[in-house]
Protein backbone atom coordinates (compact mmCIF):
# COMPACT_ATOMS: atom_id res chain seq x y z
CA UNK A 1 0.00 0.00 0.00
CA UNK A 2 1.15 3.66 -0.92
CA UNK A 3 -0.11 4.76 2.63
CA UNK A 4 2.87 2.27 4.07
CA UNK A 5 5.68 4.22 2.41
CA UNK A 6 4.69 7.53 3.50
CA UNK A 7 6.22 9.93 6.54
CA UNK A 8 4.28 9.78 9.86
CA UNK A 9 3.13 12.92 10.97
CA UNK A 10 6.12 14.04 13.48
CA UNK A 11 4.94 14.18 17.36
CA UNK A 12 7.07 14.65 20.14
CA UNK A 13 6.70 11.31 22.58
CA UNK A 14 8.57 10.65 25.29
CA UNK A 15 11.46 8.28 25.54
CA UNK A 16 11.56 4.22 25.92
CA UNK A 17 14.12 3.29 28.03
CA UNK A 18 12.62 -0.12 29.79
CA UNK A 19 14.76 -2.08 32.12
CA UNK A 20 14.26 -5.77 32.50
CA UNK A 21 15.12 -7.62 35.56
CA UNK A 22 14.79 -11.53 35.70
CA UNK A 23 14.00 -12.73 39.51
CA UNK A 24 15.07 -15.64 40.81
CA UNK A 25 10.90 -17.82 40.39
CA UNK A 26 11.22 -16.90 37.21
CA UNK A 27 9.20 -13.83 37.18
CA UNK A 28 10.30 -10.69 35.04
CA UNK A 29 10.17 -7.53 36.43
CA UNK A 30 9.67 -4.52 34.12
CA UNK A 31 9.98 -0.61 35.18
CA UNK A 32 10.97 2.57 32.99
CA UNK A 33 13.93 4.19 33.17
CA UNK A 34 12.35 7.85 32.77
CA UNK A 35 11.95 9.46 35.82
CA UNK A 36 8.66 10.76 36.79
CA UNK A 37 7.94 14.55 36.96
CA UNK A 38 6.25 16.61 39.69
CA UNK A 39 2.42 16.70 39.61
CA UNK A 40 -0.29 18.72 41.92
CA UNK A 41 -1.69 17.52 45.25
CA UNK A 42 -5.11 17.49 43.74
CA UNK A 43 -6.86 18.12 40.52
CA UNK A 44 -8.84 20.87 41.59
CA UNK A 45 -5.36 23.03 41.59
CA UNK A 46 -5.08 22.35 37.98
CA UNK A 47 -8.71 24.37 37.80
CA UNK A 48 -7.52 26.85 39.92
CA UNK A 49 -4.32 27.38 37.32
CA UNK A 50 -5.82 27.39 34.05
CA UNK A 51 -8.77 29.75 35.20
CA UNK A 52 -6.02 32.23 36.39
CA UNK A 53 -3.74 31.27 33.09
CA UNK A 54 -6.21 30.88 30.40
CA UNK A 55 -9.63 32.65 31.98
CA UNK A 56 -11.44 32.61 28.39
CA UNK A 57 -10.31 29.51 26.88
CA UNK A 58 -13.40 26.47 26.63
CA UNK A 59 -12.42 23.84 28.97
CA UNK A 60 -16.00 21.75 28.21
CA UNK A 61 -18.66 22.40 25.50
CA UNK A 62 -21.83 20.51 25.10
CA UNK A 63 -23.96 21.10 22.07
CA UNK A 64 -27.83 21.87 23.34
CA UNK A 65 -30.87 22.22 20.87
CA UNK A 66 -28.03 22.52 17.89
CA UNK A 67 -25.86 25.17 19.52
CA UNK A 68 -22.49 24.93 21.23
CA UNK A 69 -22.76 26.33 24.78
CA UNK A 70 -19.34 26.66 26.39
CA UNK A 71 -17.90 26.89 29.55
CA UNK A 72 -14.51 28.40 29.96
CA UNK A 73 -11.99 27.57 32.87
CA UNK A 74 -13.03 30.62 35.03
CA UNK A 75 -16.77 30.42 34.48
CA UNK A 76 -16.28 26.72 35.38
CA UNK A 77 -14.36 27.69 38.42
CA UNK A 78 -17.24 29.72 39.60
CA UNK A 79 -19.39 27.57 39.37
CA UNK A 80 -18.03 24.64 41.07
CA UNK A 81 -17.04 27.16 43.95
CA UNK A 82 -20.89 27.78 44.22
CA UNK A 83 -21.77 23.99 44.11
CA UNK A 84 -19.21 23.26 46.37
CA UNK A 85 -20.88 25.39 48.83
CA UNK A 86 -24.25 24.12 48.35
CA UNK A 87 -22.47 20.89 48.64
CA UNK A 88 -20.85 21.91 52.30
CA UNK A 89 -24.47 23.07 53.37
CA UNK A 90 -25.62 19.60 53.70
CA UNK A 91 -24.67 16.51 55.78
CA UNK A 92 -22.61 14.88 52.87
CA UNK A 93 -19.09 13.14 53.85
CA UNK A 94 -17.49 9.62 53.37
CA UNK A 95 -20.53 7.84 55.12
CA UNK A 96 -23.14 9.93 52.90
CA UNK A 97 -21.74 10.20 49.38
CA UNK A 98 -23.21 11.89 45.95
CA UNK A 99 -24.20 9.33 43.11
CA UNK A 100 -24.22 10.94 39.85
CA UNK A 101 -27.10 9.01 37.09
CA UNK A 102 -26.44 11.31 34.16
CA UNK A 103 -25.03 11.01 30.79
CA UNK A 104 -21.84 13.20 29.57
CA UNK A 105 -23.24 16.75 30.23
CA UNK A 106 -22.34 20.51 31.45
CA UNK A 107 -23.83 19.71 34.97
CA UNK A 108 -22.41 16.48 35.17
CA UNK A 109 -19.23 17.49 35.19
CA UNK A 110 -19.66 20.46 37.26
CA UNK A 111 -21.25 18.58 40.74
CA UNK A 112 -18.35 16.20 39.94
CA UNK A 113 -15.46 18.56 40.08
CA UNK A 114 -17.22 20.18 42.84
CA UNK A 115 -17.25 17.03 44.76
CA UNK A 116 -13.92 16.58 44.46
CA UNK A 117 -12.87 20.62 45.42
CA UNK A 118 -14.53 19.46 48.71
CA UNK A 119 -13.58 16.02 49.45
CA UNK A 120 -16.69 14.62 49.27
CA UNK A 121 -16.27 11.09 47.49
CA UNK A 122 -18.75 10.59 44.23
CA UNK A 123 -19.75 7.62 42.08
CA UNK A 124 -21.28 7.90 38.24
CA UNK A 125 -23.12 5.13 37.76
CA UNK A 126 -23.78 3.78 34.33
CA UNK A 127 -26.79 5.00 33.16
CA UNK A 128 -27.94 1.69 31.68
CA UNK A 129 -28.32 0.16 35.10
CA UNK A 130 -30.96 2.48 35.75
CA UNK A 131 -32.18 2.86 31.88
CA UNK A 132 -32.05 -0.77 30.24
CA UNK A 133 -31.75 -2.96 33.24
CA UNK A 134 -35.43 -4.99 34.24
CA UNK A 135 -34.22 -5.99 37.61
CA UNK A 136 -32.39 -2.50 38.67
CA UNK A 137 -30.14 -5.11 40.11
CA UNK A 138 -26.66 -3.95 39.62
CA UNK A 139 -28.31 -0.11 40.68
CA UNK A 140 -29.15 -1.69 43.77
CA UNK A 141 -26.09 -2.65 44.69
CA UNK A 142 -24.24 -0.01 43.74
CA UNK A 143 -26.44 2.33 45.93
CA UNK A 144 -26.24 0.06 48.94
CA UNK A 145 -22.40 0.44 49.10
CA UNK A 146 -22.78 4.09 47.91
CA UNK A 147 -24.92 5.23 50.91
CA UNK A 148 -25.54 8.40 48.83
CA UNK A 149 -27.04 11.77 50.72
CA UNK A 150 -26.96 13.17 47.02
CA UNK A 151 -28.68 11.46 44.05
CA UNK A 152 -28.25 13.62 40.73
CA UNK A 153 -30.14 12.62 37.90
CA UNK A 154 -29.68 14.57 34.15
CA UNK A 155 -33.35 13.85 33.71
CA UNK A 156 -35.75 13.50 36.61
CA UNK A 157 -38.69 11.78 34.43
CA UNK A 158 -36.34 9.12 32.80
CA UNK A 159 -34.69 8.05 35.91
CA UNK A 160 -37.96 8.12 37.96
CA UNK A 161 -38.88 4.36 36.77
CA UNK A 162 -35.52 3.25 38.49
CA UNK A 163 -35.65 5.86 41.33
CA UNK A 164 -38.89 4.55 42.32
CA UNK A 165 -37.88 0.67 42.00
CA UNK A 166 -35.13 1.23 44.46
CA UNK A 167 -37.10 3.51 46.92
CA UNK A 168 -36.47 2.17 49.97
CA UNK A 169 -32.59 1.72 49.66
CA UNK A 170 -32.25 5.80 48.72
CA UNK A 171 -35.19 7.38 51.45
CA UNK A 172 -32.79 9.29 52.84
CA UNK A 173 -31.04 10.86 49.77
CA UNK A 174 -31.81 13.70 48.18
CA UNK A 175 -32.64 13.65 44.70
CA UNK A 176 -31.35 16.78 42.35
CA UNK A 177 -32.37 17.00 38.78
CA UNK A 178 -31.13 18.75 35.86
CA UNK A 179 -34.32 19.05 33.75
CA UNK A 180 -37.88 17.69 34.09
CA UNK A 181 -38.70 17.14 37.82
CA UNK A 182 -39.98 13.20 38.50
CA UNK A 183 -43.73 13.38 39.09
CA UNK A 184 -44.15 11.58 42.08
CA UNK A 185 -40.16 11.92 44.28
CA UNK A 186 -39.55 15.11 46.00
CA UNK A 187 -36.80 16.68 44.11
CA UNK A 188 -34.62 19.44 43.93
CA UNK A 189 -33.54 21.33 40.97
CA UNK A 190 -29.69 21.60 39.86
CA UNK A 191 -30.38 25.33 39.49
CA UNK A 192 -31.03 25.93 43.09
CA UNK A 193 -27.56 24.27 43.72
CA UNK A 194 -25.80 26.29 41.13
CA UNK A 195 -27.11 29.50 42.67
CA UNK A 196 -25.79 28.95 46.04
CA UNK A 197 -23.27 32.17 47.22
CA UNK A 198 -19.70 30.56 48.31
CA UNK A 199 -18.41 31.26 51.34
CA UNK A 200 -14.66 31.25 53.14
CA UNK A 201 -15.78 27.70 54.05
CA UNK A 202 -14.98 26.15 50.40
CA UNK A 203 -11.37 27.57 50.08
CA UNK A 204 -10.97 26.10 54.29
CA UNK A 205 -12.30 22.62 52.36
CA UNK A 206 -10.35 22.82 49.40
CA UNK A 207 -7.19 23.15 51.75
CA UNK A 208 -7.89 19.92 53.46
CA UNK A 209 -8.05 18.00 50.55
CA UNK A 210 -5.40 15.94 50.22
CA UNK A 211 -3.63 13.18 47.89
CA UNK A 212 -4.83 10.41 49.92
CA UNK A 213 -8.59 12.00 49.41
CA UNK A 214 -10.84 10.03 47.62
CA UNK A 215 -11.95 11.36 44.71
CA UNK A 216 -14.78 8.82 43.29
CA UNK A 217 -15.73 5.63 43.39
CA UNK A 218 -15.92 3.55 39.53
CA UNK A 219 -17.39 0.59 39.81
CA UNK A 220 -16.15 -2.18 36.98
CA UNK A 221 -17.74 -5.13 36.38
CA UNK A 222 -14.90 -7.07 35.10
CA UNK A 223 -15.81 -11.01 35.32
CA UNK A 224 -17.84 -10.71 38.15
CA UNK A 225 -21.59 -10.45 38.13
CA UNK A 226 -21.83 -7.60 39.88
CA UNK A 227 -19.81 -4.58 40.35
CA UNK A 228 -16.78 -3.66 42.02
CA UNK A 229 -16.55 -0.15 43.69
CA UNK A 230 -12.75 1.24 42.73
CA UNK A 231 -11.64 3.91 45.08
CA UNK A 232 -9.68 6.52 43.16
CA UNK A 233 -7.90 9.06 45.28
CA UNK A 234 -6.33 12.43 43.81
CA UNK A 235 -2.78 10.79 44.17
CA UNK A 236 -3.54 8.22 41.74
CA UNK A 237 -5.36 10.96 39.04
CA UNK A 238 -2.65 13.12 39.41
CA UNK A 239 0.39 10.76 39.31
CA UNK A 240 -1.25 9.06 36.32
CA UNK A 241 -1.52 12.38 34.31
CA UNK A 242 2.01 13.00 35.08
CA UNK A 243 2.78 9.71 34.20
CA UNK A 244 0.89 9.84 30.98
CA UNK A 245 2.22 13.52 30.10
CA UNK A 246 5.78 11.84 30.10
CA UNK A 247 4.85 9.32 27.26
CA UNK A 248 3.08 11.60 25.27
CA UNK A 249 4.97 15.29 25.83
CA UNK A 250 3.37 17.13 22.88
CA UNK A 251 0.22 16.68 25.15
CA UNK A 252 1.25 19.88 27.08
CA UNK A 253 3.20 21.92 24.13
CA UNK A 254 -0.56 23.80 23.03
CA UNK A 255 -3.85 23.09 24.52
CA UNK A 256 -5.46 20.21 23.43
CA UNK A 257 -9.29 19.73 21.90
CA UNK A 258 -11.11 16.90 21.96
CA UNK A 259 -14.47 15.61 20.24
CA UNK A 260 -14.96 12.87 22.97
CA UNK A 261 -18.08 10.57 23.70
CA UNK A 262 -16.51 7.97 25.70
CA UNK A 263 -18.82 7.62 29.04
CA UNK A 264 -17.61 9.60 32.15
CA UNK A 265 -18.78 6.58 34.53
CA UNK A 266 -15.44 4.65 32.89
CA UNK A 267 -12.48 5.55 33.47
CA UNK A 268 -11.21 5.77 29.78
CA UNK A 269 -13.55 8.28 29.65
CA UNK A 270 -13.46 10.36 33.13
CA UNK A 271 -9.81 9.89 34.41
CA UNK A 272 -7.90 9.46 31.12
CA UNK A 273 -9.85 11.90 28.91
CA UNK A 274 -11.46 14.20 30.64
CA UNK A 275 -8.39 14.70 32.95
CA UNK A 276 -5.86 15.14 30.26
CA UNK A 277 -8.00 18.25 29.00
CA UNK A 278 -7.93 19.58 32.66
CA UNK A 279 -4.13 18.47 33.31
CA UNK A 280 -2.96 20.81 30.10
CA UNK A 281 -5.59 23.07 30.05
CA UNK A 282 -7.23 22.03 26.76
CA UNK A 283 -11.02 21.79 25.70
CA UNK A 284 -13.62 19.05 25.97
CA UNK A 285 -16.23 18.82 23.29
CA UNK A 286 -18.85 16.34 24.47
CA UNK A 287 -20.12 13.96 21.41
CA UNK A 288 -23.17 12.87 21.98
CA UNK A 289 -22.59 10.18 19.20
CA UNK A 290 -21.86 6.49 19.72
CA UNK A 291 -20.13 4.11 18.22
CA UNK A 292 -23.12 2.17 16.32
CA UNK A 293 -24.87 2.94 12.73
CA UNK A 294 -27.13 5.52 14.32
CA UNK A 295 -24.89 7.16 16.56
CA UNK A 296 -22.03 7.72 14.48
CA UNK A 297 -24.18 9.78 12.67
CA UNK A 298 -23.90 13.01 15.67
CA UNK A 299 -20.40 12.13 15.51
CA UNK A 300 -19.77 12.91 11.93
CA UNK A 301 -21.50 16.39 12.19
CA UNK A 302 -19.21 17.20 15.33
CA UNK A 303 -16.16 15.99 13.35
CA UNK A 304 -16.91 18.36 10.39
CA UNK A 305 -17.22 21.07 12.42
CA UNK A 306 -14.26 20.96 15.10
CA UNK A 307 -10.50 19.29 14.27
CA UNK A 308 -9.31 17.34 17.67
CA UNK A 309 -5.80 17.15 18.23
CA UNK A 310 -5.84 13.54 19.80
CA UNK A 311 -8.97 11.58 18.56
CA UNK A 312 -10.06 8.84 21.27
CA UNK A 313 -12.33 6.08 20.26
CA UNK A 314 -13.11 1.93 20.73
CA UNK A 315 -12.25 0.14 17.79
CA UNK A 316 -16.02 -0.39 17.08
CA UNK A 317 -15.73 3.24 16.96
CA UNK A 318 -12.99 3.83 14.31
CA UNK A 319 -14.66 1.00 12.54
CA UNK A 320 -18.11 3.08 12.05
CA UNK A 321 -15.99 6.15 10.87
CA UNK A 322 -14.06 4.83 8.54
CA UNK A 323 -16.96 4.50 5.64
CA UNK A 324 -17.63 8.62 6.14
CA UNK A 325 -14.18 9.09 6.37
CA UNK A 326 -13.94 7.73 3.06
CA UNK A 327 -16.69 9.49 1.08
CA UNK A 328 -16.42 12.98 2.41
CA UNK A 329 -13.43 15.43 1.98
CA UNK A 330 -14.77 18.15 4.34
CA UNK A 331 -15.20 15.80 7.24
CA UNK A 332 -11.87 13.76 5.92
CA UNK A 333 -10.56 17.20 5.81
CA UNK A 334 -11.57 18.47 9.33
CA UNK A 335 -10.70 15.52 11.16
CA UNK A 336 -7.07 14.92 10.33
CA UNK A 337 -6.29 18.83 9.78
CA UNK A 338 -5.17 19.00 13.34
CA UNK A 339 -4.73 15.34 14.13
CA UNK A 340 -1.71 13.96 15.86
CA UNK A 341 -2.55 10.77 17.20
CA UNK A 342 -5.28 8.45 16.52
CA UNK A 343 -5.94 6.64 20.48
CA UNK A 344 -7.82 3.26 20.50
CA UNK A 345 -8.72 1.22 23.45
CA UNK A 346 -10.78 -1.40 24.85
CA UNK A 347 -10.31 -4.18 22.11
CA UNK A 348 -8.32 -5.14 19.46
CA UNK A 349 -8.26 -2.81 16.47
CA UNK A 350 -8.84 -5.12 13.10
CA UNK A 351 -5.56 -4.30 10.81
CA UNK A 352 -7.89 -3.58 8.30
CA UNK A 353 -9.66 -0.91 9.97
CA UNK A 354 -6.04 0.06 10.77
CA UNK A 355 -4.31 0.45 7.51
CA UNK A 356 -7.85 2.32 6.06
CA UNK A 357 -6.82 5.15 8.82
CA UNK A 358 -3.68 5.28 7.85
CA UNK A 359 -4.33 5.24 4.01
CA UNK A 360 -7.30 7.79 4.50
CA UNK A 361 -4.65 10.28 6.43
CA UNK A 362 -1.85 10.38 3.72
CA UNK A 363 -4.84 11.36 1.18
CA UNK A 364 -5.73 14.28 3.84
CA UNK A 365 -2.38 15.48 4.59
CA UNK A 366 0.03 13.59 3.02
CA UNK A 367 1.19 11.87 6.03
CA UNK A 368 0.19 8.92 8.65
CA UNK A 369 -1.12 10.00 11.94
CA UNK A 370 0.20 7.44 14.37
CA UNK A 371 -2.23 4.91 15.94
CA UNK A 372 -1.62 4.50 19.37
CA UNK A 373 -2.77 2.51 22.66
CA UNK A 374 -2.95 1.68 26.20
CA UNK A 375 -3.09 -0.94 28.36
CA UNK A 376 -4.75 -0.07 31.62
CA UNK A 377 -7.54 -0.76 33.73
CA UNK A 378 -10.26 0.97 36.00
CA UNK A 379 -7.71 0.20 39.23
CA UNK A 380 -4.54 1.94 38.11
CA UNK A 381 -6.51 5.36 37.19
CA UNK A 382 -6.35 4.10 34.06
CA UNK A 383 -2.59 3.93 32.57
CA UNK A 384 -0.24 1.16 33.10
CA UNK A 385 1.50 0.69 29.60
CA UNK A 386 1.59 2.97 26.68
CA UNK A 387 2.67 2.46 23.16
CA UNK A 388 4.18 5.71 22.55
CA UNK A 389 6.22 5.74 19.23
CA UNK A 390 5.03 5.42 15.69
CA UNK A 391 4.85 2.48 13.64
CA UNK A 392 3.51 0.09 15.53
CA UNK A 393 0.80 -2.54 14.91
CA UNK A 394 -2.57 -3.37 16.09
CA UNK A 395 -2.45 -5.16 19.44
CA UNK A 396 0.75 -3.59 20.32
CA UNK A 397 0.68 -2.59 24.13
CA UNK A 398 3.74 -0.84 24.47
CA UNK A 399 5.89 -0.87 28.15
CA UNK A 400 5.23 0.37 31.49
CA UNK A 401 4.90 4.48 32.31
CA UNK A 402 7.65 5.99 34.76
CA UNK A 403 7.16 4.66 38.15
CA UNK A 404 4.93 1.59 37.64
CA UNK A 405 6.21 -1.38 38.14
CA UNK A 406 5.10 -3.80 35.80
CA UNK A 407 6.03 -7.82 37.63
CA UNK A 408 4.99 -11.16 34.93
CA UNK A 409 4.39 -13.89 36.63
CA UNK A 410 4.61 -17.40 35.17
CA UNK A 411 1.47 -19.30 35.09
CA UNK A 412 1.63 -22.42 33.17
CA UNK A 413 2.67 -21.61 29.82
CA UNK A 414 1.82 -17.80 30.36
CA UNK A 415 2.96 -15.05 32.65
CA UNK A 416 0.17 -12.67 34.39
CA UNK A 417 0.71 -8.99 34.89
CA UNK A 418 0.89 -7.72 38.15
CA UNK A 419 1.56 -3.81 38.60
CA UNK A 420 2.74 -1.81 41.70
CA UNK A 421 2.96 2.32 42.00
CA UNK A 422 1.28 5.68 42.84
CA UNK A 423 -1.28 4.97 40.28
CA UNK A 424 -2.79 1.93 41.56
CA UNK A 425 -6.03 1.83 43.47
CA UNK A 426 -5.88 1.07 47.44
CA UNK A 427 -9.22 -1.54 47.24
CA UNK A 428 -12.36 -1.47 46.41
CA UNK A 429 -15.06 0.68 48.29
CA UNK A 430 -16.59 -1.39 51.95
CA UNK A 431 -15.39 -4.77 50.26
CA UNK A 432 -12.41 -5.04 52.28
CA UNK A 433 -12.33 -9.12 51.89
CA UNK A 434 -12.17 -8.80 47.91
CA UNK A 435 -9.62 -5.94 48.22
CA UNK A 436 -7.02 -7.84 50.01
CA UNK A 437 -7.62 -10.64 47.78
CA UNK A 438 -6.30 -8.38 44.62
CA UNK A 439 -2.74 -7.73 46.42
CA UNK A 440 0.07 -10.08 46.35
CA UNK A 441 1.93 -10.15 49.37
CA UNK A 442 4.48 -7.75 48.00
CA UNK A 443 1.56 -5.59 47.15
CA UNK A 444 1.79 -6.02 43.62
CA UNK A 445 -2.05 -5.56 41.98
CA UNK A 446 -3.20 -8.93 40.24
CA UNK A 447 -4.43 -7.94 37.09
CA UNK A 448 -5.44 -11.65 36.03
CA UNK A 449 -4.05 -9.84 32.65
CA UNK A 450 -1.65 -12.52 30.61
CA UNK A 451 0.92 -10.27 28.61
CA UNK A 452 4.16 -11.56 26.43
CA UNK A 453 7.27 -9.57 25.27
CA UNK A 454 7.17 -8.79 21.75
CA UNK A 455 10.54 -9.52 21.31
CA UNK A 456 12.11 -11.42 24.92
CA UNK A 457 15.66 -10.21 24.17
CA UNK A 458 14.16 -6.18 23.90
CA UNK A 459 11.71 -4.97 26.47
CA UNK A 460 11.53 -1.65 24.72
CA UNK A 461 9.79 -3.43 21.81
CA UNK A 462 6.65 -3.38 24.16
CA UNK A 463 4.00 -6.26 25.48
CA UNK A 464 1.53 -7.94 23.76
CA UNK A 465 -2.46 -8.82 25.34
CA UNK A 466 -1.50 -12.96 25.86
CA UNK A 467 -5.71 -13.45 27.29
CA UNK A 468 -7.01 -13.49 30.25
CA UNK A 469 -5.69 -16.52 33.13
CA UNK A 470 -9.10 -16.90 34.17
CA UNK A 471 -10.92 -17.21 30.99
CA UNK A 472 -8.22 -20.01 29.82
CA UNK A 473 -9.15 -23.66 30.24
CA UNK A 474 -7.82 -27.37 29.31
CA UNK A 475 -9.27 -29.59 26.43
CA UNK A 476 -9.80 -33.42 27.59
CA UNK A 477 -6.35 -33.83 25.91
CA UNK A 478 -4.79 -31.61 29.08
CA UNK A 479 -4.31 -29.03 26.43
CA UNK A 480 -4.62 -25.33 26.99
CA UNK A 481 -6.73 -23.06 25.33
CA UNK A 482 -5.71 -19.40 25.12
CA UNK A 483 -9.14 -18.12 24.84
CA UNK A 484 -8.30 -14.14 24.91
CA UNK A 485 -6.13 -14.58 21.63
CA UNK A 486 -8.67 -16.79 20.12
CA UNK A 487 -12.10 -15.03 20.39
CA UNK A 488 -9.87 -12.01 18.78
CA UNK A 489 -8.89 -14.45 15.78
CA UNK A 490 -12.42 -15.67 15.38
CA UNK A 491 -13.85 -11.88 14.89
CA UNK A 492 -11.32 -10.84 12.97
CA UNK A 493 -11.69 -13.37 10.30
CA UNK A 494 -15.30 -13.12 9.78
CA UNK A 495 -14.93 -9.39 8.34
CA UNK A 496 -16.67 -7.81 11.19
CA UNK A 497 -19.65 -10.27 10.42
CA UNK A 498 -18.82 -11.80 14.37
CA UNK A 499 -19.17 -9.16 16.64
CA UNK A 500 -17.89 -11.38 19.87
CA UNK A 501 -17.58 -15.23 20.71
CA UNK A 502 -17.41 -17.05 23.59
CA UNK A 503 -15.37 -20.35 23.28
CA UNK A 504 -16.76 -23.64 24.85
CA UNK A 505 -14.68 -26.83 25.01
CA UNK A 506 -13.73 -27.03 28.66
CA UNK A 507 -12.70 -30.66 29.80
CA UNK A 508 -14.31 -31.60 26.22
CA UNK A 509 -12.46 -33.35 23.56
CA UNK A 510 -13.05 -30.38 21.16
CA UNK A 511 -13.71 -26.64 20.52
CA UNK A 512 -16.89 -24.90 19.58
CA UNK A 513 -17.96 -21.60 20.14
CA UNK A 514 -20.97 -19.53 20.66
CA UNK A 515 -20.85 -16.73 18.26
CA UNK A 516 -22.65 -13.19 18.75
CA UNK A 517 -23.29 -11.41 15.11
CA UNK A 518 -22.70 -7.71 14.06
CA UNK A 519 -26.06 -7.57 12.70
CA UNK A 520 -25.47 -4.16 10.73
CA UNK A 521 -22.65 -5.72 9.11
CA UNK A 522 -24.69 -8.82 8.16
CA UNK A 523 -27.51 -6.79 6.59
CA UNK A 524 -24.67 -5.13 4.55
CA UNK A 525 -23.78 -8.13 3.47
CA UNK A 526 -27.09 -9.11 2.81
CA UNK A 527 -28.09 -5.97 0.46
CA UNK A 528 -24.29 -6.35 -1.39
CA UNK A 529 -25.56 -9.62 -2.51
CA UNK A 530 -28.85 -8.51 -3.62
CA UNK A 531 -31.08 -9.53 -0.95
CA UNK A 532 -33.04 -6.10 -0.18
CA UNK A 533 -36.03 -7.33 1.68
CA UNK A 534 -37.19 -6.37 4.85
CA UNK A 535 -35.49 -9.11 7.51
CA UNK A 536 -35.96 -9.08 10.91
CA UNK A 537 -33.27 -9.83 13.48
CA UNK A 538 -33.94 -13.56 13.60
CA UNK A 539 -34.44 -13.86 9.92
CA UNK A 540 -30.88 -12.29 9.60
CA UNK A 541 -28.93 -14.47 11.81
CA UNK A 542 -31.00 -17.32 10.25
CA UNK A 543 -30.39 -16.44 6.46
CA UNK A 544 -28.08 -19.28 5.01
CA UNK A 545 -26.31 -16.61 3.23
CA UNK A 546 -25.31 -15.88 6.82
CA UNK A 547 -24.31 -19.07 7.78
CA UNK A 548 -22.44 -19.59 4.96
CA UNK A 549 -20.24 -16.96 5.24
CA UNK A 550 -19.44 -17.52 8.96
CA UNK A 551 -18.52 -21.30 8.36
CA UNK A 552 -16.14 -20.29 5.38
CA UNK A 553 -14.36 -17.61 8.06
CA UNK A 554 -14.14 -20.71 10.56
CA UNK A 555 -12.80 -22.89 8.18
CA UNK A 556 -10.47 -20.62 7.12
CA UNK A 557 -8.87 -19.99 10.94
CA UNK A 558 -9.18 -23.32 11.14
CA UNK A 559 -6.83 -23.99 8.33
CA UNK A 560 -4.32 -22.00 10.58
CA UNK A 561 -5.31 -23.08 13.28
CA UNK A 562 -1.95 -25.80 14.20
CA UNK A 563 -3.26 -27.60 16.66
CA UNK A 564 -6.68 -28.33 18.80
CA UNK A 565 -6.46 -25.58 21.18
CA UNK A 566 -7.13 -23.18 18.19
CA UNK A 567 -9.37 -25.16 16.06
CA UNK A 568 -13.41 -24.52 16.02
CA UNK A 569 -15.11 -27.40 15.84
CA UNK A 570 -18.81 -26.57 16.03
CA UNK A 571 -20.55 -23.53 17.00
CA UNK A 572 -23.96 -21.90 17.61
CA UNK A 573 -24.97 -18.48 16.74
CA UNK A 574 -27.35 -17.01 20.01
CA UNK A 575 -30.11 -15.52 18.66
CA UNK A 576 -30.53 -13.62 22.10
CA UNK A 577 -28.64 -10.72 23.56
CA UNK A 578 -26.18 -11.54 26.20
CA UNK A 579 -28.10 -9.40 29.27
CA UNK A 580 -26.93 -6.92 31.47
CA UNK A 581 -29.29 -7.87 34.35
CA UNK A 582 -27.15 -11.35 34.33
CA UNK A 583 -23.49 -10.39 34.11
CA UNK A 584 -23.37 -11.41 30.74
CA UNK A 585 -22.32 -7.83 29.32
CA UNK A 586 -20.46 -5.81 31.68
CA UNK A 587 -21.41 -1.81 31.68
CA UNK A 588 -18.03 -1.46 29.03
CA UNK A 589 -20.18 -3.40 26.25
CA UNK A 590 -17.61 -6.98 26.44
CA UNK A 591 -18.59 -10.05 26.89
CA UNK A 592 -18.16 -11.94 30.15
CA UNK A 593 -17.21 -15.26 29.52
CA UNK A 594 -18.09 -17.23 32.61
CA UNK A 595 -21.65 -15.39 33.20
CA UNK A 596 -22.64 -16.49 29.39
CA UNK A 597 -21.27 -20.43 29.96
CA UNK A 598 -23.16 -20.69 33.24
CA UNK A 599 -26.32 -19.21 32.25
CA UNK A 600 -26.60 -20.85 28.99
CA UNK A 601 -25.85 -24.43 29.69
CA UNK A 602 -28.02 -25.66 27.31
CA UNK A 603 -27.10 -24.07 24.60
CA UNK A 604 -23.54 -25.05 25.32
CA UNK A 605 -24.50 -28.59 25.66
CA UNK A 606 -26.03 -28.30 22.11
CA UNK A 607 -22.83 -27.48 20.46
CA UNK A 608 -21.80 -31.16 22.02
CA UNK A 609 -25.08 -33.30 21.33
CA UNK A 610 -24.63 -36.37 19.78
CA UNK A 611 -26.66 -35.38 16.75
CA UNK A 612 -26.32 -31.89 16.31
CA UNK A 613 -29.89 -29.54 15.19
CA UNK A 614 -29.95 -27.80 12.16
CA UNK A 615 -28.73 -24.54 14.05
CA UNK A 616 -24.81 -26.20 15.21
CA UNK A 617 -22.35 -25.35 11.94
CA UNK A 618 -19.83 -28.30 11.97
CA UNK A 619 -16.99 -26.91 10.67
Given amino acids: MKSQLAPYRQVHFGK ?38 RPDHTFVAQRIEGVWQRLSYQATLHKVEALSQALLNRPLDVDRTIVILSENSLDHLLLALAAMHVGIPYSPISPPYALISSDFGKLRHCLKLMTPGLIFVSDGERYEKALTAVQEDIADSEIVFAQHPPLKLKSTPFAELLNTKPTPEVEAAFDRVSPDTITKVLFTSGSTAMPKGVINTQRMWCVNQEQIVR ?52 TVENLRELSPTTYFNVPKGYEELVPYLRRDKVLRDSFFRNLQVMFYAGAAMAQAVWDDLESLSVESIGERVPIITSMGMTESAPAALFCNWSGGFSGLLGVPVPALELKLVPNDDK ?61 SSGTWVSVGNLRAHIVSQSNALIQDAVITGHNRDYLGA ?28 RHPKIREKISLSLKNLNQQAGGSSNRIARATISEIAPSIDLGEITDKGSLNQRAILRHRAELVEGVYGLEPQNHILII
Avoid at 515 to 533: D, S
Fill in 16 to 53: VDTLRQDLPDGSILLTSNDSLGSYPNKMGEKLIHWAKV
Fill in 514 to 541: ILFLNLPQCRKLLTEAGILAELSDLEVM
Fill in 415 to 475: YEARYRGPNLTPGYWRQPELSASVFDEERFFRTGDAFKLVDPDDANKGLLFDGRIAEDFKL
Fill in 247 to 298: ALPYMSESPPLFVDWLPWNHTFGSNHNVGLALYHGGSIYIDEGKPTPQGIRV
